[in-house]
Each structure stands twice: as C-alpha cells, then as structure tokens.
C-alpha cells in the first residue's frame, strides 16, 4: 500500500465482493466520493471481477447423453441406444436422463427374473475402480459371495460396473480373470465397461477390447446414479 | 460388508437435487480451473461419484454446496498428483475451435479473459473463479479449499493484481462494467 493510499487492495476487493462491514462500507464510500484515485482503484477492482464473471457466464455443459459410439452398442441394442439419443436430446436435464434410461433399459434380461411372486430381491451395484488384481478379484468374489449367500426364495441382481484404471477387468486382452468373469456372467451377473473411460484410452491411441457381453453404454456415473435412484444398493471396491 | 447407503426418501430426493442442480455449475468451475472440457468434465464425474459414495459425511445440508467444490477441488489435487502434470497456458483449450479471424469482438474478449485467467498459479485463479463466478464468501472459499481466510484475501490480491496487468488494454464495456455507482449508493 503506498503512503496516500487509505485502503489497501485487500480492503477494496473486500468491498466489491461485500465482504467489508457496513461501518469500513460507509467509510469507504465517502472516502471514494472525496478522492477520484480511490473511485478509479475501486472501478479497477471492479472491472476486474466484472470481466472474470463475463468471462464464463455461458460455458456451455458436456452433452450428456449417450457418449459412446453406437458402433459400439450391441448388448441392449442399438434400437434402444439411439431411440435414448434422440430421445433425450441435448437439453435434456441430467436426471430425466437417468429416469428415461431405467424406464426403457428395464427390459434388461437381469430384471426379467426380479419380480416373481413370493421371491424378494435384493440390488447390487459393485463399482470397480483400481486396476490393482487384489480389488478386481476382491470385486468377483464378492459377487460370488452374494450369490451363494442368497437363502431360498431370495433373489439377488449383481451388477459390476468398472472405470478409470478398474476398466482393466474387462479388457480382454488385459484381465488376469475372464473365466470368472464368464462363470459370473452364467449366474446373470451383468458387467459394464463405462464409456467414457473407453473414450479416453482410444482417445491416447489405445485399442479397447470388451470381454464377451460387456455393456459399454453407459457412464460409470450414469450408472450408479441410475440404479441407486432405483434403490440399489451400492459398493465401491 | 454389504450395506444399505439409503438414508430416506427425503434426504435422497434432496441430495438428487442438490447433485442436478449443482452439475453445470460444477463443470464450468472445473472449466475455470483446467481450460479443459475433457478434463473438467472427468473431474466432475468424479466429484459426483465421490459424493454419492460419501454424502453421509455431509451433516450439515447448509453447507453441501461447499462440500461439493471441496470434493471438486480435492478431485483435481488428486488428478495432477497421479499424472505429475501442469498443463501450460498453450496447451489448453481456452474457448473453441474457431479460429481469432472469425471471432467477434465479443469472443476475442472471453478468450482474452480466459488465456488472463489460465496464466494465474492454480491457487490464485480457484479463489478468484470461487469468489467471482460461485459468489461465495472468503469464509466459504477457505473451507472449500481448507485454507485459512487471510490466505483467501492474500490470493484474491495477487491473483486480480496479475490481472490487471494482463488485462491492462481491455477498455470498460457498457455492458460489462456498470459505471461507479458508488456517490448514489451512499
């Protein structure tokens, strides 16, 4: 602060963003009001602000429905995939996404079992992030756990949905567990590959290859925000 | 062990809320902070995933907008420690791809802006974006980023200072900078 100066700039830019108390408020207005150098400091500080505020006013967001390339769709069909395209639209808010997704991929072969009279169903969503083994596999034998610790007439949906390094578990030329993999996929267990993590890898040149009847449509975030709206109960290994 | 994370209708219909309402918002402070969509778009996947994974640690309800730019903050620390990297100003992708001759005097000036802002040190240009574009208070700006106050104010002081200076020939604009109103407030 220089020797004239009454204020310093912390204390301006206290007041263009009202941070100053209303009595420092008043004197500062006064004091501007008598000294056109502290009016032209204020007006900079302000102007400042001003243009960071105009800077990003209108950032538009990601689109995000469906990210991955429909050339890539195939497990629920390519139908649905684009019918979720069109349907959604780019303005389509994020959750009345989520709702269209669970109302229409509802007729996912998994789902076809939930409901039979005098059964009661239990949901998971297991979410496999690490692409360290011990968690890979902590993740299939916990699925396993699930299924057999079911009792009679208990029913249990296990999905496992897998991103960032964790993708690692359903790449077929990676994963150290496709058997499991398949003797799970047997018992219903449905696996997801998240697009977006897909669209990385081949965005650095990477090849992605899914094991057998991966479903790369959606988002890990989609997902699991879809099925815990539907009540699933969800895990991060 | 297998638990249920469903706190009640209520609180989730509140937080679904609070996750949709806060997304663009999200996203374009992730924008702010990295210039880049990709990245800022990750970073916010990532920040929704954590805080669904974590919401019963938000206790206050008052305070989950603040809890959701922390996550989003702690998000983009955790992102540039694994990848050791920062990107400069000339890697970063600051409004589009058109090029400056098909700009309009109005694009030139939020690019101008944008390249301003991208060249402040990260911690400067988190307290400025935060306080500028989110309106938040110092107070809130320091727990978002779990630094004290004065460190706020000393950040918010340097980083407009640089600023200024980058931003030195950009003349006031009618509809960018209201003139002084300060003699009719008093």
């Known amino acids: 602060m220089k020797k004239d100066e009454k204020f310093s700039e912390e204390q301006l830019n206290a007041f263009v963003d009202g941070e100053l108390d209303p009595e420092e408020k008043s004197r500062l207005y006064n004091e501007s009001a ?21 800077a990003y006013q209108h950032v538009p967001p990601p689109d995000y429905s469906g990210r991955a390339p429909l050339a890539r769709r195939g497990f629920f069909g390519i139908a649905v995939a684009a019918g979720l395209l069109v349907a959604i639209g780019l303005t ?44 890979m596999r902590a993740a299939l034998e916990h699925a396993t756990h699930l299924l057999e610790s079911a009792d009679a007439g208990e029913f249990r949906e296990i999905e496992i949905i897998a991103n960032e390094q964790g993708l690692d578990l359903l790449r077929s030329d990676v994963t150290p567990y496709a058997k499991e993999i398949a003797t799970l996929q047997q018992n219903d267990v449905v696996f997801y590959a998240c697009s977006k993590t897909i669209e990385r890898l081949e965005e650095k040149g ?32 | ?134 309106g938040f208070t110092y107070a809130t700006v320091a727990d978002v980023l779990e630094i004290p106050v004065g460190t706020v104010m000393s950040r918010l002081c340097r980083g407009r200072r640089s600023l200024r200076e980058f931003l030195t020939d950009i003349r006031p604009q009618p509809e960018l900078v209201r003139p002084a109103k300060l003699m009719e407030v008093k």
């Open chain 2, 1 to 134: 062990m297998v638990g249920s994370m469903i706190p009640g209708i209520n609180q989730r219909r509140a937080f679904r809320k609070l996750l949709s309402n806060s997304r663009d918002r999200l996203y374009r402070m992730a924008y702010a902070w990295t210039h880049n969509p990709h990245l800022a778009d990750d970073l916010v996947q990532q920040t929704l995933c954590k805080a669904l994974s974590n919401r019963k640690q938000l206790r206050d309800p008052g305070a989950a907008e603040a809890w959701l730019f922390r996550i989003l903050s702690n998000c983009l620390k955790d992102h540039y420690r694994a990848k050791h990297e920062v990107l400069s100003a000339e890697e970063l992708v600051i409004v589009d791809s058109r090029t400056p001759q098909h700009e309009t005097e109005e694009q030139q000036l939020v690019r101008k802006v944008r390249q301003a802002i991208s060249k402040l040190p990260l911690p400067q240009c988190q307290v400025i974006t935060l306080v500028d574009l989110e």
């Open chain 1, 206 to 237: 990477v090849e992605v290859h899914l094991v057998p009847f991966t479903n790369p449509d959606y988002t890990a975030l989609d997902r699991v925000v879809t099925r815990m709206q539907e009540g699933w109960t969800y895990e991060k290994i």
């Open chain 1, 92 to 135: 389509a808010g994020f959750f009345a996404h989520k709702s269209m997704q669970s109302q229409q991929i509802g007729a996912a072969p998994v789902a076809a079992n939930a409901s039979q009279p005098g059964t009661h169903t239990d949901k998971y969503l297991l979410h496999v992030v690490s692409g360290d083994p011990a968690h």
């Open chain 1, 34 to 54: 008598r000294s056109p150098d502290l009016d032209k400091r204020l007006c900079q500080q302000r102007k400042v602000k001003d243009l960071v505020q105009h």
